[in-house]
């Protein structure tokens, strides 16, 4: 599976971004899509998910700011970001749970896989 993101940048406190990223290759399935961020010295974090059935979770700190979306159709998982703040300066990693089908067809166990990250830089 690969994961084209795109969408990162820079913005001024209070603007807004829109992130997106498409899930492509051979696949059988995915249930859960997500964002995760990675700060200057932090670990890397959960930001949002959504699952299959649209259920979606978000890191408090980003609660009422951000809203995660999912176009099932084609793959893609979109992250709205509002009101953006300086901490939320970070490198954003999509990462897909899929299952696949391999050169004999055969469905794979699913899998996490993780796109090369965006960066979004908030100024003050």
């Known amino acids: 599976v690969q994961l084209q993101a795109s969408g990162g940048g820079l913005a001024q406190t209070g603007g807004s971004l829109r992130l997106s990223c498409a899930a492509n290759?051979?696949?059988?399935?995915?249930?859960?899509m997500g964002w995760y961020r990675q700060a200057p010295g932090r670990e890397r974090e959960l930001v949002a998910t959504?699952?299959?059935?649209?259920?979606?979770r978000y890191e408090d700190a980003v609660k009422g700011r951000f809203t995660i979306s999912r176009d099932y159709a084609n793959n893609i998982v979109y992250l709205h970001m509002n009101s953006l703040k300086p901490e939320d300066t970070a490198v954003y990693y999509c990462?897909?749970?899929?299952?696949?089908?391999?050169?004999?067809?055969?469905?794979?166990?699913?899998?996490?896989?993780w796109g090369r990250g965006t960066l979004v830089t908030v100024s003050s």
């Open positions: 959504i699952a299959i059935n649209t259920n979606a």
């Open positions: 290759g051979n696949i059988f399935g995915i249930d859960n």
């Open positions: 990462k897909v749970h899929a299952s696949t089908r391999d050169n004999a067809m055969r469905v794979t166990p699913y899998t996490d896989y």
